[in-house]
């Protein structure tokens, strides 16, 4: 399985950062092997010192397609989650400025926190439901589906265009504001219309 993440999908989160927004969507990778363990902590690396959560709504792929019409996109997913995409920020930065890609940044062992699917249809509408993350107890990203500049189904169209999906593919769809540095002893907490589909440890 592959592991297809987007940048800068919500404006509040563009802003926060100082990045420019785009006019269509920014794409990149993980590994599989960035795909943290089942009840595994997650060790901040030692090649940075400043490691930031980002929740994000994901979407697994049940069927293989090629530039898929938006209109026939939900056909290729029928579960839904949330996850981390944990990012060495010091590192990225540094990448940026020396424009170069992020992957190291980005698609470090255990940088994708994949939580607990559930289905689709528990939703009335997928373009408006609320995710969340908590840091020992307290919410530190919230936002929206409806704040995303593309939608799942677009984000579906506009990457198959470049690779072909495959069944247990991930899809991430971007974070939103509220992006901060986590340390050891934290405990970290994805909600989905509330409810929790991972829980991890940081060490």
């Known amino acids: 399985m592959k592991i297809i993440c987007i940048?800068?999908?919500?404006?509040?989160?563009?802003?926060?950062?100082?990045?420019?927004?785009?006019?269509?969507?920014?794409?990149?990778m993980k590994p599989d092997s960035a795909?943290?363990?089942?009840?595994?902590?997650?060790?901040?690396?030692?090649?940075?010192?400043?490691?930031?959560?980002?929740?994000?709504?994901?979407?697994?792929?049940?069927?293989?397609?090629?530039?898929?019409?938006?209109?026939?996109?939900?056909?290729?997913?029928?579960e839904i989650s949330v996850g981390i995409d944990f990012t060495a920020r010091d590192l990225q930065d540094k990448l940026k400025a020396k424009g170069l890609p992020w992957e190291k940044a980005k698609a470090f062992d255990g940088s994708a926190v994949i939580g607990?699917?559930?289905?689709?249809?528990?939703?009335?509408?997928?373009?408006?439901?609320?995710?969340?993350?908590?840091?020992?107890?307290?919410?530190?990203?919230?936002?929206?589906?409806?704040?995303?500049?593309?939608?799942?189904?677009?984000?579906?169209?506009?990457?198959?265009q470049f690779f072909t999906l495959k069944i247990g593919d991930i899809i991430f769809t971007g974070t939103p504001e509220g992006v901060a540095a986590v340390k050891p002893d934290d405990v970290l907490e994805g909600f989905l219309e509330g409810q929790q589909l991972f829980r991890i440890q940081v060490k």
């Open 7 to 28: 940048g800068r999908n919500y404006t509040n989160h563009i802003e926060e950062l100082q990045n420019e927004r785009p006019t269509e969507p920014v794409v990149f």
């Open 35 to 78: 795909v943290l363990l089942k009840q595994h902590p997650f060790v901040i690396p030692e090649f940075s010192e400043d490691v930031h959560h980002e929740i994000e709504i994901i979407v697994k792929i049940n069927k293989v397609g090629k530039y898929i019409e938006p209109k026939f996109a939900h056909k290729y997913y029928d």
């Open 116 to 160: 607990e699917f559930i289905p689709k249809n528990q939703f009335n509408s997928l373009e408006n439901i609320t995710f969340e993350l908590t840091n020992n107890n307290e919410t530190v990203q919230k936002s929206n589906s409806s704040h995303m500049l593309w939608k799942i189904d677009e984000l579906i169209s506009y990457v198959s």
